[in-house]
């Protein structure tokens, strides 16, 4: 459908601050995002520095924030830190680079609209997250310490009787803010795609991205509501003395039930892993189709597959609750549709593999990353056979085999999608290309890293090590883990230090990188083939009408007439008798002369 | 279950990778500390069903981890731009289908399967088996009450009742005989624990308000540790305590004398050392 | 652009707001979904509810103050569509009837909360009373919420900025309003009914 073109902002406020323009509200998105992977990613060298040397001073960090100790971490300051690590990396980083950027940023030019459906609510949910992460930083300034029950966030503990002063209660607050944010969205992106796919965009012919997307905002419109009802209460017993979630000797027989805050959490909380790693799968599966040359195999398997997954992601959130005491007959239930996800996570997985599978593999730095995502997500989803199945779970339930696993699959897949997605579509927002060496040593330290670490931690957790000790030594059946987890925290650190390269090439490349072509990569979708680099205001003059979906590669006939492997989502194609009618596309580029 | 001893006996030969990681384990008067990576030793009379199930599971996921690594590595050299010219297959022909489906069903059927069967059965027959246990006369009863950041223990003195003067209390420290069930009570007084006893693969979350159980039976004597699982505060890291399976006449011995030591101590005005319940049970 | 060209897209355009506030709507009922499985999830667990030695809820006031609100709703109803008729003076004195019994709805809850209060249960009063307040406390903001868009509307109709052709900024609040009344509805019914 047609939307009306907006006359460009000119002041610089409504330009680049107060925008409505869905790419520069990607852009505030990705930049707040990355701020916050980077705090994040340094909580997270905290962690691993007290685990490789207890209770010693930490460099720099430590010099900076932990005056008062002589820079060694405390078991409260580890609290909290860990804390602060889960929550930031969730809501604050995974979420707005991945959702907020990408989703904002590919959504409107791959299904050929000119803004999302309501541009200002747009704005509004970047402005409600900016505020929930003010109320983050606020966090770490309160008095008594930032937030420290966990990111899950489970009462007792998180109420005032585990955790005292203004910290927990930012946190809660933030969360609440952030959902109202995510939910804005969310709406935005499921109706833009509803209503304003190009002509002739019909529903299988959209590009899995967008599957990925709108099947994740919809879990975020249904799920994170529950997440906010819960984190609403939990400041309702912060801060009104309710007794919703507080039990036990605190308040008698008249209390609440703390078990009820586990149950809204992970009814949120299940959904939300796959929020995190749908869109991944979508920009994956386009990916390794584009640049293995090759059509994504059985395109139609793959939707149904992540629609199937979206799905059965609302009936299995008990599997996280296995040993709180559930009813064996629920738990059997919920055991049961949890293993049954494997079927579509599997046809999800080979299709990835069999559109590589004689392609013409081209290992550009987004294709590495994509690759590297199939890696670890394979590696992730194998290990967590052993969480979905209540018998070995009762082992391995609370250790760091289940940091090991969600790592792998939320953690180190979103981040490795994530950085596919940043290359792959980084000459689109910023018109420059980035440099493909820099990227290749990021991709190779990442990959390499994240293995070395999280399969660290599914070793020590493998061998009892619990979650979330400060000091896991003092246990004498895991003392002789020392030296792993040492070995393991170096590999964190080599993992933090490659991002430095990201960090230099990103800048380098924003601020003096070689002009992007229009459509560097030679792939078919709207936003290279009809969007300059980077697009005009309202993305399209003319919004074209869509005839194919948008893996049409390796056809020899197409390469016959045309002289390239590839036809975009808008040329007439072979059964055209006319070829002047593809007048005004872009002239296609000779592939075939490389 | 034939079938069902059959594949265990196939898979026996792959969990002695497993079983080669972990050193044989010495009998001393403290907790021993453990060595190699893979499970710590086990003791309890059932874990070697979830050892095996996780075995078992390492064994399948490992070939397939393998297979997924070889294809992508094969894909990216093999098929790379330089060497091979890319096939137009959009993958719907019924083939390519069935293909994917039939992956997909097999995985399903073998290695969730596999899980799911031995796990239910398992937990039917065994782990969630409670009447057998309760009826058993051997049968040891403890109610554990968590708190910030201790394990508070009871069993019934010779009365068999929970929360009188003979009971016997102790402070993160229990004492088992070997070859008996024991059947643990556990709740919590303030936030969520979870009790834990990697060495006999047994575990359950603390939860206030609520009354939850295990059961578990020692097979060789010693003493291992006691953790808890769930985060609970600053000092959660230090929430731990012993388990001493002892043999079944040092059991009795100590039962017998801290029951009257118990009893000894007993001050009618604590209210806060009567935590006690009575036994819940089925 | 004459009128007749300008209406087509407008009324596409119409519907996506539509369908963009029923999504919202149902994010909406999703979190009073989780609130109503909290307390059905608290009730299921308790022996006894209300639990023992807990002061009755009155049902009197609160029932007179749903029929305020369902008339609330019938007074939005109503100015919708004499608008849609083209009597927007009409429309002007319906809002300010909907504002009006929106405003007593609040002051009523008021009172009852104080009468609740006054006989001893408090959000502290264990999980009934963090069940009562903390549920009719995250509904009345709503409707405190809903008043503020109503008033607001209702400055819009007087300075004449809605018409016949342009009914959609008006019926937007009022999918909200009527979305408010129908959880309070389920709330009553709950809370002082069952």
Same mark, same amino acid.
């Given at each position: ?594 | ?282 | ?14 519907? $996506? ?33 209300? *639990? *023992? ?69 408090? *959000?502290? $009063? ?16 709503? +409707? ?18 809605? $018409? ?15 979305? +408010?009344?129908?959880?309070? +509805? ?9």
């Amino acid at each position: 459908m047609e939307q009306h073109i907006h006359p460009e902002p000119k002041a610089f406020i409504w330009k680049y601050v107060f925008s409505i323009d869905h790419k520069v509200i990607a852009k505030q998105f990705l930049w707040t995002g990355l701020m916050f992977l980077a705090l994040g990613g340094t909580l997270a060298m905290m962690i691993r520095w007290q685990w490789a040397y207890p209770k010693t001073a930490v460099p720099v960090v430590g010099a900076l924030f932990l005056s008062h100790t002589g820079g060694a971490i405390t078991p409260p300051t580890y609290t909290s830190i860990f804390t602060m690590h889960g929550l930031i990396m969730i809501f604050w980083a995974i979420t707005p680079i991945l959702i907020g950027a990408f989703g904002n940023f590919c959504i409107p030019l791959m299904i050929g609209a000119r803004d999302m459906a309501f541009p200002k609510l747009n704005m509004y949910s970047y402005w409600m997250f900016f505020a929930s992460s003010v109320l983050v930083i606020l966090s770490f300034t309160s008095q008594l310490g930032a937030a420290s029950a966990g990111w899950t966030t489970y009462p007792p503990l998180s109420t005032n009787v585990g955790a005292p002063g203004w910290g927990q209660t930012y946190m809660a607050l933030a969360i609440f803010a952030t959902g109202v944010s995510t939910i804005m969205g969310g709406i935005n992106y499921i109706v833009t795609v509803i209503r304003y796919r190009a002509p002739g965009m019909t529903w299988f012919r959209l590009p899995l991205t967008i599957w990925g997307m709108w099947l994740t905002a919809i879990l975020n419109v249904l799920f994170v509501p529950v997440l906010g009802s819960a984190a609403l209460l939990l400041s309702l017993d912060r801060l009104a003395g309710t007794h919703f979630f507080v039990a036990g000797a605190a308040v008698g027989i008249q209390g609440g039930d703390p078990m009820l805050f586990q149950h809204l959490f992970w009814i949120f909380g299940h959904p939300e892993v796959y929020i995190l790693i749908l869109p991944v799968w979508g920009i994956v599966g386009d990916i390794l189709s584009f640049f293995s040359r090759k059509p994504a195999f059985w395109y139609k398997g793959s939707v149904f597959a992540m629609i199937a997954v979206t799905v059965l992601s609302a009936v299995v959130y008990g599997h996280h609750m296995y040993q709180t005491g559930m009813a064996p007959l629920l738990g059997l239930g919920f055991e049961m549709l949890t293993l049954a996800i494997s079927v579509p996570a599997v046809v999800l997985f080979v299709n990835w593999l069999n559109t590589i599978w004689k392609g013409s593999l081209r290992l550009e730095v987004p294709m590495l990353f994509a690759l590297g995502m199939v890696f670890v997500f394979g590696a992730g989803g194998l290990t967590g056979l052993l969480l979905g199945t209540i018998s070995t779970d009762i082992y391995l339930h609370d250790t760091m085999y289940v940091v090991g696993h969600f790592h792998l699959t939320m953690a180190a897949a979103s981040f490795l999608g994530s950085f596919s997605a940043l290359y792959f579509w980084f000459p689109k927002m910023y018109g420059k290309q980035m440099d493909q060496n820099l990227g290749k040593v990021h991709f190779w330290g990442s990959v390499v890293f994240i293995t070395l670490v999280f399969g660290g931690q599914l070793v020590a957790g493998y061998s009892g090590q619990h979650r979330r000790l400060f000091e896991p030594y003092q246990y004498t059946y895991i003392r002789h883990l020392a030296p792993l987890n040492r070995w393991t925290s170096f590999a964190a650190f080599a993992l933090g230090a490659t991002q430095l390269i990201f960090v230099v090439n990103f800048i380098k490349s924003i601020l003096m990188g070689k002009k992007a072509e229009q459509n560097p990569w030679h792939v078919s979708t709207l936003e290279w083939t009809h969007c300059a680099s980077p697009p005009i205001y309202h993305n399209f003059d003319i919004v074209p009408t869509v005839v194919r979906g948008a893996h049409e590669y390796a056809d020899p006939a197409v390469k016959k007439k045309f002289g390239r492997d590839y036809l975009d989502q808008v040329e007439p194609g072979l059964s055209a008798v006319d070829e002047d009618s593809s007048a005004g596309m872009p002239e296609p580029e000779a592939i075939g002369a490389e | 279950m034939t079938a069902r001893r059959l594949l265990r006996a196939v898979t026996g030969l792959a969990m002695g990778a497993g079983a080669l990681l972990t050193a044989p384990f010495a009998f001393a008067a403290a907790p021993q500390p453990g060595s190699g990576y893979g499970l710590p030793v086990d003791v309890s009379a059932e874990g070697h069903r979830i050892d095996w199930l996780i075995g078992v599971t390492n064994v399948l996921t490992g070939i397939l981890f393998v297979l997924m690594l070889g294809w992508i590595l094969y894909a990216a050299i093999g098929h790379n731009e330089k060497r091979h010219v890319a096939a137009h297959d959009h993958g719907d022909s019924r083939k390519s289908i069935f293909l994917v489906l039939g992956i997909a069903g097999s995985i399903f059927f073998v290695v969730d399967g596999n899980l799911f069967f031995n796990s239910t059965t398992d937990l039917e027959e065994v782990f969630h088996n409670f009447d057998k246990v309760e009826k058993d006369p051997a049968t040891i009863r403890v109610e554990i009450n968590a708190h910030q950041w201790a394990w508070d223990t009871r069993s019934a003195g010779p009365d068999g009742k929970f929360n009188t003067k003979d009971d016997i209390v102790s402070l993160n420290d229990i004492k088992i005989p070997v070859d008996t069930p024991v059947i643990f009570e556990v709740a919590s007084t303030d936030v969520l624990h979870a009790f834990n006893l990697p060495n006999f693969r047994a575990k359950v979350d603390a939860v206030p308000g609520q009354i939850n159980r295990f059961w578990t039976q020692g097979k060789t004597v010693g003493e291992y540790e006691i953790g808890c699982a769930q985060h609970c505060g600053t000092n959660h890291y230090k929430m731990k305590g012993v388990i001493t399976v002892l043999s079944k006449e040092d059991y009795a011995r100590w039962a017998k004398e801290a029951s009257e030591n118990s009893a000894r101590l007993f001050d009618e005005n604590d209210k806060d050392a009567h935590w006690g319940w009575d036994w819940k049970g089925n | 652009m004459g009128d007749v060209v300008e209406l087509r897209p407008r009324a596409r355009e119409d519907f $996506t707001s539509v369908i963009g506030m029923m999504i919202a709507l149902g994010a909406w009922a999703m979190m009073f979904g989780a609130l109503f499985f909290m307390y059905a999830g608290m009730r299921s667990h308790a022996l006894m509810w209300p *639990p *023992p030695g807990v002061p009755r809820l009155p049902i009197g006031l609160p029932a007179l103050n749903t029929a305020v609100l369902l008339a609330s709703s019938g007074a939005f109803s109503l100015g919708l569509r004499s608008l849609r008729k083209g009597e927007r003076r009409a429309l002007s004195a319906w809002l300010a009837a909907a504002a009006a019994l929106g405003t007593t709805f609040l002051a009523l809850q008021v009172v009852v909360w104080r009468d609740v209060w006054a006989s001893g249960l408090q *959000p502290s $009063t264990g999980a009934y009373g963090s069940v009562f307040y903390g549920l009719t406390a995250l509904h009345a903001v709503h +409707v405190a919420a809903g008043i503020l868009v109503i008033l607001l509307v209702l400055v819009r109709s007087l300075l004449g900025k809605y $018409t016949e052709h342009n009914v959609m900024p008006v019926r937007l609040p009022g999918m909200f309003w009527h979305f +408010v009344d129908a959880v309070w +509805v389920l709330m009553f019914v709950s809370l002082y009914l069952l």
